[in-house]
């Protein structure tokens, strides 16, 4: 590439233009009217024009190189909801700056988290959390959405699996459930305390004495087939006729480790889950789950970003917080 | 990382070969012909080597820790496979560059394939290209390595695919099947070329006179249902006892296509593929597929990118092949 000796500075526009740089500035800030006369505002934009003076924020980053791309730190792209939430962050990026933003991909494995400590290095504009989590300290100006993490406050967007929790509790309570164990996972994210904690009210709430049991396992398909494998007569000799897991990795875990144990699904145990990746529709059984829209997620995170950056919106409004509903497929009947 | 107090400059190279800057300049930029004397170039080669000058733009820009980002050219995010290649890619490049160079993601819809201007702009070192494709112009000079596209040429990591497939045909042959359905994808990628081919051929000299019938249908989970759904009837018409697809993808969708379509996996057709994504091992029935590295493939493809923007490696050696072997689950049994 070839480049000029010297980028056109304000200086530059102004000495072109015979005019002080503080004109310069009114100009290109938007900020003439009632200042800067028509003549001198025109021949202030002819000097830009012929000196190729970059005004915008963010094309001029873009012109030497620094920035526009943002972020995003999430715990592990091997989970197709993650996945998603990254095709559709990076389309949201591709169409809030046409075409020239990017995606930049941070990711942390099970025990640390995403690594957040390149963001203090990086050029980035702005920073997409989708794990529960802060920034590194020394950039608290930096531009941040949080996805699926309610209580994160600040810029956020978020989905309503209370809703959707209040829909599969009343879909497991209309099949006669009344002992039902909830697969939890072990990190502290709000959303997935939220999905048990709005499950949990709305099955008290339509069948009173109904039971809710806990137990937890790694967002993992081997870790859901190992737990069912060594717990599922417990949860038979204990009476659950029903299991809801937090994600739907897990539950299709659960659905093997129940094949390989010999446990019919539905028959003796319902199994239900949250998220709805592509997987659900094709497992066996197909399974009945609150279907959370991943991609739109992604994209809604960017777009928002987008604006923070460019300063539309400067303080957090109302969050976006986008619909769920229940699927249901194969994997729920009647409780035996 | 040592590093001397000052990094040598075109001036010092100048003084050392007792030339001009703008004669430097000639030569680092390929513009000596006609300008410079081959004894005065030679001159100036000598010195950027004494002084260990750097010409190259990207290897004097991930010194001074300007960029420190490659990108990833991919497809489709939501493809498992994909995705653990991003997350090997990410991995590999927080190993080679110590945990201070990040992953920058470049996705591509259905029709086009990934947006690759975005490259010609970026500030990256480098890129890891995951589809058929090349870079676009004006960037020649961008240091690549092609993952899994063995036709590509250049630096490239692929995986062994051919024994991988040849594996797969003796296991299919050792059960009697003589005529067996190959489903491809529309995409023009060499994997999948050579993948099908090898397959055929070991079918062919392993199993005299066994017949490969051809069909192909998107990398997606609901086009093998709905191929397996439209076309079942006819393949056991035909006499097909199996059917390997080129992606797991592909055949856990033809698994739940069959089960829908009530036709038994093994007993009345055999199912095999490639990749061994994790949802392999929990399809019903868990699927039997040649096992590719995609993490590693990442991996190694990151930390060899790092070796040629560092200059290790200018010339492309013997491509990365890492290995492939077959995974044998239930859903491949005897031909009926």
Redesign the interface.
């Known amino acids: 590439m070839t480049r000029p000796p010297r980028r056109a500075r304000a200086v530059d526009v102004a000495a072109h233009a015979g005019v002080s740089v503080a004109t310069v500035s009114f100009v290109v800030n938007g900020k003439a009217e009632g200042r800067v006369s028509p003549a001198t505002r025109l021949r202030v934009l002819d000097a830009i024009a012929a000196l190729g003076y970059v005004t915008d924020a963010s094309a001029r980053a ?1 012109a030497t ?2 920035r ?2 943002v ?2 730190l999430a715990h ?3 989970n ?1 909801f993650t ?2 939430v ?2 559709g962050a ?2 949201g990026i ?1 169409e809030a700056t046409e ?9 942390g494995s099970d025990e640390t988290g995403p ?1 957040v ?2 963001v203090g ?3 980035v504009d702005g920073v997409l959390i989708n794990y529960p989590g802060t920034l590194p300290a020394g950039r608290p100006d930096l531009p941040v959405v949080h996805l699926d993490d309610p209580a994160a406050g600040g810029h956020q967007v978020s989905m309503d699996v209370e809703v959707g929790a209040r829909e599969l509790a009343r879909h497991l309570a209309g099949l006669g459930h009344r002992r039902v164990l909830y697969l939890g996972t072990p990190r502290p994210w709000s959303t997935f305390a939220q999905r048990r904690d709005a499950f949990a009210a709305e099955l008290a709430a339509v069948a009173p004495g109904a039971v809710v049991l806990d137990d937890r396992c790694d967002i993992d ?2 870790a859901g ?1 190992q737990l069912a494998g060594e717990h599922a007569q417990r949860w038979l000799a204990d009476g659950v006729t029903a299991v809801v897991a937090a994600t739907d990795l897990q539950a ?2 659960v ?2 480790g129940l ?1 390989a144990a010999g446990v019919q699904v539905p028959g003796r145990l319902s199994v239900a889950a949250f998220d709805d990746i ?2 659900a ?4 059984p ?1 399974l009945t789950t609150v279907a959370l829209p991943a ?1 739109e997620l992604g994209r809604r995170g960017a777009v928002l970003l987008a604006g923070v950056i460019a300063g539309d919106r400067t303080e957090p409004g109302d969050p976006v917080v986008l619909p769920a509903r229940l699927v249901v497929r194969d994997s729920t009947g009647p409780a035996c």
Chains 1, 2 share one sequence.
């Open positions: 873009l190189g620094r526009r791309q972020a995003l592990d792209m091997t197709p996945a998603q990254a095709a990076a389309a591709a075409g020239t933003g990017h995606l930049l991909l941070l990711l690594d400590e390149p290095a990086a050029t398909l081997a087939v299709i875990g659905l093997a094949a592509p997987f529709a094709v497992s066996a197909p991609r």
